[in-house]
């Protein structure tokens, strides 16, 4: 049977013909979720660079920075890659709005879903919904001070930025927010595309595991960072350099 007569008996021949777009779009904020989830992961733990040494914490910033491939580090490197991550953050940002409930009637309906069926994947989606609003602002301000200033990223400077800038309230926020939306947005995505093929039960529990690890895991780095911050706040401005490149200098100089 073709295509046209399978239309025609079903009524649909004189009805506009269906768009693909809409499953393009939410493919693409599917592929977007799951690389900023990723990213987010990989992120933290480099953050949490400062929990193990202030020298680990520079030899990761200046990584990035091509210190050790050009002998010197190029902070606009890390402008390039913060350019990036804007650029996949506004599209999945505008994938997102679509689902965005649009009036009153539409909030009302989600809610009773999750309080009156109890149902909690409805109560997640609310979640989701909330702190991907928020992250709109909170992201924003971060991204921005990330590409204008890459160079002010190090054991010291960051933590400048965290203490004496105050900077901390709008990490603890963005830290929870950010969190619970990529551990939601992963499940999510997992039980959309049905892998790995778990239960949701167990899905659930992987998902509050992952969330909790990462939760705790920025959370003693952001206190690393204001403890530094504090001790220092006297000295704003100074540079951490590890002793071996102290060394290292010296010696080019002498020699
Ligand atoms: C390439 C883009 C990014 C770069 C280079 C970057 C870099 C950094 C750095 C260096 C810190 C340590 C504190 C500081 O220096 O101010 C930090 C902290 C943080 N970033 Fe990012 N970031 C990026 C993207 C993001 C995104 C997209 C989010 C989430 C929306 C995010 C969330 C956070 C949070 C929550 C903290 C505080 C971590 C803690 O608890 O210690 N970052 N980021």
């Known amino acids: 049977m073709s295509h046209e007569t399978i239309l025609i008996q079903v009524g ?8 693909r777009w809409p499953a393009r779009l939410d ?3 599917s592929i977007t979720g799951l690389f900023l989830a990723l990213f987010m992961w990989g992120h933290m733990t480099l953050v949490a660079s400062i929990l193990w040494s202030k020298d680990a914490m520079w030899t990761i910033a200046r990584f990035f920075e091509g210190y050790f491939i050009f002998g010197k580090g190029y ?18 940002a505008l994938m997102a709005v679509r689902k965005f409930p649009i009036n009153y009637r539409q ?12 149902h909690e994947d409805s109560t997640l989606w609310v979640w989701q919904a909330y702190t991907g609003f928020l992250l709109f602002f909170l ?16 054991p010291y400077v960051s933590s400048y930025r965290v203490w004496s800038e105050g900077v901390w309230p709008l990490y603890l926020v963005m830290l929870l927010a950010v969190e619970l939306h990529a551990c939601i947005g992963l499940y999510r995505l997992t039980v959309k595309w ?14 509050w595991g992952l969330t909790a690890f990462f939760l705790v895991l920025g959370f003693l780095s952001l206190v690393a960072y204001m403890k530094i911050g504090y ?15 102290v060394e290292k200098e010296r010696g080019a100089q002498q020699g």
């Open 231 to 245: 001790e220092h706040r006297t000295r704003v401005g100074e540079r951490y350099t590890p002793t071996w490149v």
């Open 27 to 29: 493919l693409l904020q």
């Open 139 to 154: 992201a924003s301000a971060h991204l921005y001070q990330m590409i204008i200033w890459p160079q002010n990223i190090g």
């Open 75 to 92: 902070p606009w490197l890390v402008s390039c890659i913060v350019g990036f991550i804007i650029l996949v953050v506004v599209a999945h």
């Open 194 to 207: 049905g892998w790995p093929n778990l239960s949701r039960e167990t899905l659930r529990k992987v998902k």
């Open 107 to 118: 909030w009302r309906v989600i809610h009773a879903h999750a309080k009156m069926m109890k």
């Open 12 to 19: 649909l021949a004189d009805k506009p013909r269906k768009s």
